[in-house]
């Protein structure tokens, strides 16, 4: 089963970027989605944004379109999550999941992104 072992992340200035890999174990070449999510403390799970494979279809959510870009490192074999403009109301753990038309998901192990002065 895949494994995702996700890095990036750390403490950013308002207005500053940062860029989040999410790395799959093993190369996949049936029909999946890569999503990423983020999670404030006492709050749900949020979509932030997905890829498909093998289209490639994004979706972001409204709030981080324009700012944030997902997609995928053939190379590397991961899918990234490039982060500009960010403003303190991206502070969050974000994690990358896997799932595929069978049902299986699996998700990384989280990383922190904190936006401050």
């Known amino acids: 089963q895949v494994q995702l072992v996700q890095s990036g992340g750390g403490l950013v200035q308002p207005g500053g970027s940062l860029r989040l890999s999410c790395a799959l174990s093993?190369?996949?070449?049936?029909?999946?989605?890569i999503t990423w999510y983020r999670q404030t403390p006492g709050n749900e799970r949020e979509l932030v944004a997905s890829?498909?494979?093998?289209?490639?279809?994004?979706h972001y959510t409204n709030s981080v379109k324009g700012r944030f870009t997902i997609s995928r490192n053939e190379n590397r074999n991961t899918v990234d999550l490039q982060m500009n403009d960010l403003n303190p109301e991206d502070t969050a753990i974000y994690y990358c999941?896997?799932?595929?038309?069978?049902?299986?998901?699996?998700w990384g192990q989280g990383s922190t992104v904190t936006v401050s002065l």
């Open positions: 999941k896997y799932n595929n038309e069978y049902g299986n998901e699996k």
């Open positions: 093993t190369r996949i070449l049936n029909a999946h989605t």
């Open positions: 890829i498909t494979y093998p289209l490639g279809d994004r």
